[in-house]
């Protein structure tokens, strides 16, 4: 039997490939592997991710990608969101998990509500305070045309445009600018 955290070693050390959409291995051993973690445990494998230093991710090449099929290993959605009901609790959930978190699986509808709206709410706060420009970007995919309604974040998408291509991309695909 092999434990998350022996997969999340073993990917690490030896640099498997963790990308979100890899086109040349789909990151497939790492989702094997986790696949096979969960499997033989599925309860441990949920509570040793929900519990997982935040920190440990950033020894990933790809921490996004590396998070992202964690929380897929899990399958449904109510593992899912039992596990960022968990981080969301934690008062040192880093910037860019949020970020990870909001576009992956809170965009995608991966989570059960109200853990979803729990989740945007705090990513709006973090985005008024740290200005993050992947997690604005990310909020403006995910709030869609509602983004109008969160006339702060809209505010600083359009300032954070004028120099960042990526969100002006952002509202003009929802329809904002």
Known sequence: MVGLASVLNEAIRTRWCTKVECTTCGAGRYRRALAEARHDDPIGFAEAL???PFESWLQFEDRRGAVFHALNALGAAHPVSQVLERWITRLDTPTWLLD???????RT???ESPIREVWLDRALQAAEMTHDVSLVESLVYTLGG???QHIGL???AEQLAASQPRVAKALRHVGGR
Request: no cysteine; proline share 0%.
């Open 50 to 52: 929900a519990s997982r």
């Open 100 to 106: 990870a978190v909001l576009f992956d699986i809170v």
């Open 109 to 111: 509808g991966r989570a």
């Open 146 to 148: 509602a983004i109008r």
């Open 154 to 156: 809209l505010g600083l």
